[in-house]
């Protein structure tokens, strides 16, 4: 280790960096190949010592400092591995952002995950095709609560790969949580311009719509579009089932409907207390309370149990 402080033109930290000459060109690239030579077999104490040889002769090159984190962190040093990524970032943005952002995230604080922002943020201006780049910043968007950003974001993703699945999934998750149920519902009706038959789709829709709590022909129209191509659907069956209950609708036609949901599955307490309710509401009480009593217990958790108590208090 005393070579270093023999390598002409070496600049110590703080010093003005100075143009390599050949021999510590040659110096570098001999000590470069050896560490990762060291690295690849197992040897990490060794490449840690040749990849500092390497940082001392070149004090800015990014792809040196990155592989020094590397090391000291799998060694625990956090505090050098972090100095080591950070100073890769800023030596080399366009390549060395993605270590750096990603330990300031492992260390789960609001204020590591806003500088991660940051340097996401200043990769991308650097990178601006970058895709993965984009995803990975809009994680950080989302994990911060900075939706708006989120959907800037997603447009610049969909300006690089078009409008997908995915995009929608996403700005449709994005909207209701805002608050925006119209323009999520937008979202959806987008993509099912260009699949009309996405089941997945197709019961956001109906989420959506539950929600909004629109004319009860509206939201009929939406179940019985996936009916007509899913008729199975044991989910929409039992939501159909109990909005035409609750709403006045066709009670003939909710037994029906919910007697299927739990012939599919006759634990499920939500299908359960479903078709109790709907036998309730035709006036056979005992048979209600018999499937109500059913679905209590079954119940997976208080919310259900709470709903279906209401149900059967309401009979009592």
């Not at 930290?13 to 690295?39: I, N, S």
């Not at 952002?101 to 200043?122: D, G, I, N, P, Y």
């Given at each position: ?12 930290k703080g010093e003005k960096k100075e143009v390599l000459t050949t021999e510590q060109k040659q110096q570098f690239t001999y000590y470069w190949y050896a560490a990762m030579e060291a690295m690849e077999h197992g040897d990490y104490p060794k490449a840690l010592v040749l990849f ?119 700005r449709y998750r994005l909207h209701l949580t805002m608050k925006q149920p119209k323009k999520a519902l937008a979202v959806i009706d987008k993509y099912l311009e260009l699949d009309p038959t996405d089941l997945q789709f197709l019961v956001f829709r109906v989420e959506v719509l ?107």
């Amino acid at each position: 280790m005393c070579l270093l402080f023999f390598l002409p033109g070496y600049a110590r930290k703080g010093e003005k960096k100075e143009v390599l000459t050949t021999e510590q060109k040659q110096q570098f690239t001999y000590y470069w190949y050896a560490a990762m030579e060291a690295m690849e077999h197992g040897d990490y104490p060794k490449a840690l010592v040749l990849f500092e040889f390497c940082d001392a002769i070149k004090p800015n090159d990014g792809k040196t400092l990155d592989y020094l984190g590397i090391l000291y962190l799998g060694m625990g040093q956090e505090e050098r591995a972090m100095d080591a990524f950070k100073r890769a970032f800023e030596a080399d943005p366009r390549d060395c952002w993605y270590r750096y952002s990603s330990a300031l995230l492992e260390q789960k604080t609001e204020e590591a995950m806003v500088e991660a922002m940051h340097v996401r943020e200043r990769a991308l201006k650097v990178n601006p095709e970058d895709e993965d780049l984009m995803e990975r910043l809009q994680r950080v968007y989302i994990s911060l609560k900075e939706w708006k950003k989120a959907l800037k974001i997603q447009d610049r993703i969909d300006d690089v790969k078009g409008f997908d699945a995915s995009s929608a999934v996403i700005r449709y998750r994005l909207h209701l949580t805002m608050k925006q149920p119209k323009k999520a519902l937008a979202v959806i009706d987008k993509y099912l311009e260009l699949d009309p038959t996405d089941l997945q789709f197709l019961v956001f829709r109906v989420e959506v719509l539950e929600q909004m709590k629109p004319k009860p022909a509206d939201l009929y129209a939406a179940y019985d579009k996936i009916l007509a191509i899913y008729p199975g659907h044991i989910g929409i069956l039992n939501n159909y089932a109990y909005h035409l209950a609750t709403h006045k609708g066709d009670l003939q036609r909710a037994e029906r409907m919910s007697e299927q949901t739990i012939r599919e599955e006759p634990n499920n307490a939500v299908y359960l207390d479903t078709y109790g309710w709907i036998l309730h509401l035709k006036g056979q009480d005992e048979l209600a309370k018999f499937y109500l009593n059913r679905a209590l217990i079954n119940a997976p958790n208080e919310a259900t149990k709470k709903e279906v108590l209401k149900h059967l208090n309401a009979i009592k």
